[in-house]
């Protein structure tokens, strides 16, 4: 087992041959994305990279969720902090850019909800197996921010344009049914079986060729670097003038605050 993330735990590498298994590992926060895992999801794919013994790797999260997106405390201060939104909106392009550019295989185990930038990871990966019980969803516009991190540069490469425009525009969730039937993952599986399925395809994607395999995957990718360097630009560019605005201030603390009523009625009402 390695943590890349300098010790905190938040993503795991784990498992020996020639598959890894990446987890993210915030499983009491919904695997919400925080400096540390945001920074982490940037660097672990160079590791891989240069890992011989790694033929592919499983992308999934620990807990109930997937990924449940951008951490509260997180997002609030890329609306606050400048330095801090610059550092990490860098960070963010290379998340996509890196994984973009990753040689091996990368098949997303989807155990639960991934939302915001979970979904994104999702997406972008190679293979998509999905829980029948988890969603998909990109509420960017909903905050108030616009959706670069994936949503407008993977979803209508998976999607046609007038769905990938109505689920940005309105943020709403997509079930594991839609999902499939959109094009946006691969296999929906009983929920016991979403890693087993991935760990399978991993193994047998790892025992191919590999000059064939990295250089098909290589190739089917430039399709995606071509249409997503068209507008990754613009769309970080815009992403950022968005969190530094009141809008989005006001929709999270909206957000939050609804989050709390809701948990206190959950407790009112378990209690």
Request: charged letters at 20%.
């Amino acid at each position: 087992m390695h943590d890349n993330d300098g010790g905190s735990g938040v993503l795991l590498v784990e498992g020996g041959g020639s598959v890894r298994t990446v987890t993210l590992n915030r499983p009491d926060w919904m695997n919400a994305v925080n400096q540390d895992l945001h920074s982490a999801l940037a660097d672990v794919w160079a590791e891989l990279r240069d890992d011989d013994e790694v033929g592919a790797v499983v992308l999934t999260g620990a807990g109930r969720a997937f990924s449940a997106g951008g951490d509260m405390d997180f997002l609030g201060r890329m609306s606050t902090d400048p330095d801090f939104r610059y550092r990490n909106m860098a960070e963010a392009r290379r998340i996509v850019t890196e994984l973009l550019a990753f040689p091996k295989p990368v098949i997303a185990a989807v155990n639960g909800p991934a939302v915001g930038l979970g979904c994104s990871l999702a997406v972008m990966s190679d293979v998509v197996f999905m829980s029948e019980r988890a969603f998909l969803a990109d509420p960017h516009v909903t905050l108030g921010i616009v959706a670069a991190d994936g949503g407008v540069l993977a979803w209508p490469l998976v999607m046609s344009m007038l769905r990938a425009k109505e689920y940005l525009l309105t943020g709403d969730r997509i079930d594991a049914a839609t999902a499939e039937r959109l094009g946006m993952v691969n296999h929906v599986v009983a929920p016991d079986m979403v890693l087993p399925s991935a760990h399978a395809l991993a193994s047998r994607l790892a025992q191919q060729p590999k000059q064939a395999l990295r250089d098909t995957k290589r190739a089917l990718n430039m399709h995606m670097s071509a249409a997503i360097g068209n507008v990754i630009d613009f769309a970080f560019s815009a992403e950022s003038e968005t969190f530094a605005l009141p809008t989005f201030r006001e929709q999270l603390d909206n957000y939050t605050t609804d989050r709390n009523i809701g948990r206190s009625k959950a407790a009112a009402a378990s209690s």
